[in-house]
């Protein structure tokens, strides 16, 4: 049996870590780096390049160096090298494997498991693609864990920690913000918001419009023409984005970076810490947002926070701080390797499950609602965000239509009220149903998060036992502009979202009650019931209600249609 290891798969940088005489030790790569930057690249003579080696080459190859993969992850991205195809966990694979490697070597002895950590906001298809870039590398993953949560774990433990902390995780690729309650060994996840796109490589590419944009201005030469250029241009960036974080201005020199007919031109500019920041301000505001959602989901103040966690490189970026400041006071809690944290949580946990840590208990959360599309386009939450896992819950449904002989459920993932405003997770058709009126067949719908955060889906029919279930897999691909805009879009179409459930429920009784009529004039024979002044109206101000977007209308028209329903039912 070998040992477990904790692995910190990051969009910059990786890290592994593993429990050495009970304490969390950072496991070197060959170079002697602590960190492992996340870069695989493939050289023109078949040679695989991982980490610095990769990075270090990434002008001259730039087209077959490959980075931040870790936002491809649950996309269908494919890239061909050399004739193979290489989807993005494979890409990832690489990455762990060499971590993987260097381990082994450090430790001399096998590494076969690992607990390895992913964003907080990441949905079931990007949970899926790390377990199985894990795999690849060849690990078993015992565990997929929330990276906030996992730092919690770093920073709780030396510190012996109580009460409710706040973990803000800014990253190269992704921003998570978790609040947890600490008690005793006891960790647990309240709430969590994140974006999946937002971290160092997108305050870097700001950094990169501004240096071609006056580049530009200079030479009336655009350097996104030279694949070489920019990408020397986003190294420049990135060192200057770190040197702001010590100094209140950074010197942009890049010799050669391009040419004309009057002969070389050199890059060549100056960036201020205030200008640095005026080209992120959004971001920064979007952060704050976050932040401030984290903790009115979790149900508290600032005030309420007794410590502020800081993780992820980005965390050093005096703006970031200085706002943190502003919110929370001196609750900041400042690492010396925020980097590391994530990894070193990971390991604490690998050794929760190995033994060789007692005690403990982690209790994590699940970030995006789960449920199913329902007749007429509407999104039934199962299991709610913020919910703990593991976790199991169902709900009964029915059919639709009389004599339904199958159903299709339809696997969804998201905030809003609209199932084609979700994710699709997946498909499946329950078949076998014996005819009946609708409304008469009870199907159990039941969903399973196991502790990695990944769903399983099973349908029942309760008379017959017929049964199909499903498991989330890794290839259903999911846009990552979309993950931004479900956790930023909810609360902002919250009476978008009320309008179409009220018109839904309206539309549900108009359809009850035009049923109720027919069955009335058909049972006595009667055609009076059309020219019926009181039915006339109502008909009317109901198709009023549904043809307009007033959610007050809307509201009284669903109240007024309730007491005709049950007028009728007493007819």
């Keep these: 049996m070998g040992r477990a290891v904790g692995i910190d798969f990051g969009t910059t940088n990786s890290v592994i870590c593993a429990l050495e005489g009970g304490e969390p030790v950072v496991i070197p790569n060959q170079r002697g780096e602590r960190l492992t930057p996340s870069v695989v690249a493939f050289g023109e003579e078949g040679e695989l390049l991982v980490g610095t080696a990769a990075k270090n080459q990434s002008v001259i190859n730039c087209e077959r160096t490959f980075r931040s993969i870790k936002r491809k992850l649950g996309e269908n991205f494919k890239v061909n090298i050399d004739g193979r195809e290489y989807a993005a966990?494979?890409?990832?694979?690489?990455?762990?494997?060499?971590?993987?490697?260097?381990?082994?070597?450090?430790?001399?002895?096998?590494?076969?498991?690992?607990?390895?950590?992913?964003?907080?906001?990441?949905?079931?298809?990007?949970?899926?693609?790390?377990?199985?870039?894990?795999?690849?590398?060849?690990?078993?993953?015992?565990?997929?864990?929330?990276?906030?949560?996992?730092?919690?774990?770093?920073?709780g433990m030396p510190r012996n920690q109580e009460g409710t902390i706040l973990v803000f995780d800014l990253g190269g690729g992704t921003f998570d913000v978790s609040v947890l309650d600490i008690s005793g060994t006891v960790y647990e996840a309240l709430a969590t918001r994140g974006n999946n796109k937002l971290g160092g490589d997108d305050f870097d590419a700001r950094v990169v419009h501004h240096i071609v944009s006056d580049f530009y201005q200079k030479h009336r030469i655009d350097l996104r023409?030279?694949?070489?250029?920019?990408?020397?241009?986003?190294?420049?960036?990135?060192?200057?984005?770190?040197?702001?974080?010590?100094?209140a201005s950074a010197s942009i020199h890049v010799p050669f970076i391009s040419a004309d007919r009057e002969g070389p031109k050199h890059l060549q500019m100056t960036l201020t810490?205030?200008?640095?920041?005026?080209?992120?301000a959004d971001y920064l505001d979007e952060i704050d947002g976050l932040v401030s959602a984290a903790l009115e989901d979790a149900g508290m103040s600032p005030s309420d926070i007794g410590a502020v966690a800081l993780v992820g490189g980005s965390s050093r970026i005096p703006a970031v701080r200085r706002r943190l400041e502003e919110k929370f006071g001196n609750k900041l809690i400042r690492s010396s390797n925020p980097d590391e944290s994530v990894a070193v949580g990971a390991c604490i946990q690998a050794g929760v499950m190995s033994g060789g840590v007692k005690g403990l208990v982690l209790v994590d959360i699940t970030p995006l609602t789960l449920g199913i599309e329902t007749d007429n386009d509407v999104f039934v939450p199962i299991i709610e965000r913020n919910s703990c896992i593991p976790t199991t819950r169902g709900r009964v449904f029915t059919t639709v239509t009389d004599g339904q002989t199958s159903v299709e459920v339809h696997v969804l993932q998201g905030e809003r009220a609209q199932a084609s405003r979700n994710f699709s997770l997946g498909r499946f058709t329950l078949e076998g149903i014996p005819p009946a009126p609708r409304g008469v067949p009870r199907i159990d719908v039941v969903f399973d998060i196991d502790v990695n955060g990944i769903a399983h889906v099973r349908a029942q029919n309760e008379e017959t036992g017929e049964h199909r279930e499903i498991r989330i897999e890794a290839g259903n691909a999911v846009d990552e502009e979309d993950v931004r805009k479900m956790a930023l879009d909810a609360a902002a179409h919250k009476d978008e979202d009320e309008l179409f459930i009220a018109r839904n429920r309206l539309l549900r009784q108009a359809r009850a009650?035009?049923?109720?009529?027919?069955?009335?004039?058909?049972?006595?024979?009667?055609?009076?019931?059309?020219?019926?002044?009181?039915?006339?109206e109502l008909v009317e101000y109901i198709k009023s209600a549904l043809g307009g977007g007033d959610i007050h209308q809307l509201k009284t028209a669903v109240e007024t249609m309730s007491v005709y329903l049950n007028e009728l039912a007493a007819v």
């Design 89 to 155: 966990a494979q890409i990832a694979a690489i990455i762990i494997g060499r971590l993987k490697e260097s381990a082994e070597e450090f430790l001399g002895e096998p590494i076969t498991e690992a607990i390895i950590t992913v964003p907080a906001y990441f949905n079931d298809s990007q949970r899926q693609a790390v377990k199985l870039a894990g795999e690849l590398a060849g690990l078993e993953v015992k565990r997929l864990i929330n990276e906030p949560t996992a730092a919690a774990l770093a920073f």
């Design 273 to 280: 810490r205030q200008k640095f920041e005026e080209l992120v």
């Design 513 to 536: 009650l035009l049923s109720r009529i027919n069955e009335k004039a058909e049972r006595e024979g009667l055609e009076s019931l059309n020219d019926n002044p009181e039915i006339e």
């Design 225 to 247: 023409e030279d694949p070489m250029a920019m990408q020397k241009a986003r190294d420049a960036a990135e060192a200057a984005k770190k040197e702001l974080s010590e100094s």
